[in-house]
């Protein structure tokens, strides 16, 4: 979606605020594509803070379901995000793109697509996981040892000490 900031760099002083909806349903990235479980309308706050300079302050809050990085169980999570970033109009770009952020805008509009998925990637997290203590899946049947221990054999040898158990097992009588 396209807002148009013409009104907030012409006009010193100018404060504009704007709720936007989050239509997606589902949310893709490189990470995968996600479904949209709760969002909340995007509340910016556009700000001309100096000749053709613009403030865009923002807040948005939405739950994505994801899988446990460890266990793969479904997990809600829930991204809370504030930002705030200064846009120039096009005519003051090539003076200042060390100051401010330019790949927002198209012209004097700003996409705000392209914010909220920047912002979302910046905030996106390690690690997902059901819980703190997750103990994840076994690495040889696959049940979640969450639900209980599923009684297979784990232990795996040091590779470092298979010189040594095979000189024991050279001298071992039969």
Known sequence: MLVNLTDVFTNEGKV???EIPFEYEEYSCQMGTFTVKEKSPIVLTLSNIGQSKAMVEGSFKLVL????????KDVDYTFDLSFS??????????YSEDEVDTEFMEGYHLNV???????ILLNWP????????????????????????????DFVPDPRMAAIKDIFNANKEV
Do not use: Y
């Open 65 to 72: 379901g994801m899988n446990c990085d460890r266990c793969l």
């Open 113 to 119: 697509d392209a914010l909220i998925d920047n912002e």
């Open 85 to 94: 970033v200064d846009v120039v109009s096009p005519e003051f770009a090539e």
């Open 126 to 153: 390690m690690k997902i996981l059901c819980m703190d203590s997750c103990k994840g899946i076994c690495k040889v049947c696959g049940k979640n040892l969450n639900d209980g221990e599923c009684g297979c054999d």
């Open 16 to 18: 504009i605020s704007k």
